[in-house]
């Protein structure tokens, strides 16, 4: 399992050095688009709407828009530094709590927990401390230049870690549109509502439900390749030399136009600034 963090955890004078690794993984099939006239894979490129050209990732820098088409534009040694400033520090779990105080809304992401080297038998300590209190951890940890509000607990016999959004990423209820005070209900009417309710209420069993799109499309998608539905991308048309060298002349001639523009506007400023002599 691939290894996307590494550090240590540490609660009172405990330290674990521990690894992180993905507990989930997103299983979306990913459709290309393409070209319909020739069937080739549609690019998208980076272009800068005032030079009117594609411009190279080294021409890019990151900036924070505080007003409309005002930014801060921020270096990339300051980014790197801030991140190394809270990357080198240990996750500290700040407090225990309960997990059903914590409401589902907040969860993000999950993370399996593996000790690293000499980190076992602290590790053991923590999963049996949780397990015997029946508490998680609340911590903080930067993951991917960001950083993220995290529980710790015990699931099945391995440590989870999962980050939760911090209470200003959840947006207030009170914004949602059209959400009715009360309903008028009848009596008959929340009762068939409950009985339904008890009818379809079971024991949560996660194997029972599938991804039953996601299987359809798969086999849609094997229909139409053993039927030979299938289409092959088209070569990109390799530039000639003449249209190397045509472009190249034009390019040439537009910088010699520049070149003339300038010399001449000199030319006049000097003349102008002569001063005639008596």
């Known amino acids: 399992m691939h290894t996307m963090w590494k550090g ?18 997103n299983k979306d099939i990913k459709l290309r688009q393409l070209h319909q006239e020739c069937n080739s894979p549609v690019e998208y490129k980076k272009r800068c709407p005032v030079c009117d050209r594609e411009i190279e ?21 300051d980014l790197e530094e801030l991140k ?34 000499g980190g ?31 529980i710790v607990r015990v699931y099945e016999n391995t440590l989870l870690m999962e980050t939760i ?38 024991e949560f069993d996660p194997e029972k439900y599938k991804d039953e799109y996601r299987t359809a499309l798969l086999d849609l998608i094997e229909a139409k390749k053993n039927n030979e539905e299938v289409t092959t991308a ?4 390799k530039p000639d030399n003449v249209t190397d060298l045509m472009d190249a002349l034009e390019k040439s001639l537009e910088k010699t136009k520049g070149n003339k523009k300038k010399k001449t506007t000199k ?12």
Not at 11 to 19: A, D, H, Q, R
Not at 234 to 237: C, F
């Open 120 to 150: 076992s038998k602290a590790y053991g300590l923590l999963r049996q401390a949780l397990g015997d209190t029946g508490k998680i951890g609340v911590a903080k940890i930067i993951i991917r230049s960001k950083e993220q509000l995290a």
């Open 57 to 77: 990732s080294e021409e890019i820098v990151k900036a924070y828009e505080y007003a409309k088409n005002k930014f801060v534009v921020l270096d990339d040694e």
């Open 84 to 117: 190394k400033e809270q990357a080198d520090k240990a996750v500290e779990i700040l407090d225990f709590v309960k997990l059903e105080e914590i409401d589902p809304i907040y969860f993000e992401r999950s993370y399996y927990i593996s000790p690293s080297e």
């Open 8 to 25: 240590t955890i540490s609660f009172g004078l405990v330290n674990i050095p521990v690894k992180l690794h993905a507990a989930t993984e």
């Open 165 to 202: 959004h911090f209470p200003d990423e959840v947006r207030h209820v009170q914004d949602v549109p059209n959400v009715p005070e009360e309903a008028e209900l009848s009596k008959k009417e929340l009762s068939t509502a409950v009985t339904l309710i008890d009818q379809l209420t079971a």
């Open 234 to 237: 088209k070569d990109k048309p």
């Open 267 to 278: 030319r006049k400023t000097t003349t102008s600034g002569k001063k005639k002599s008596s």
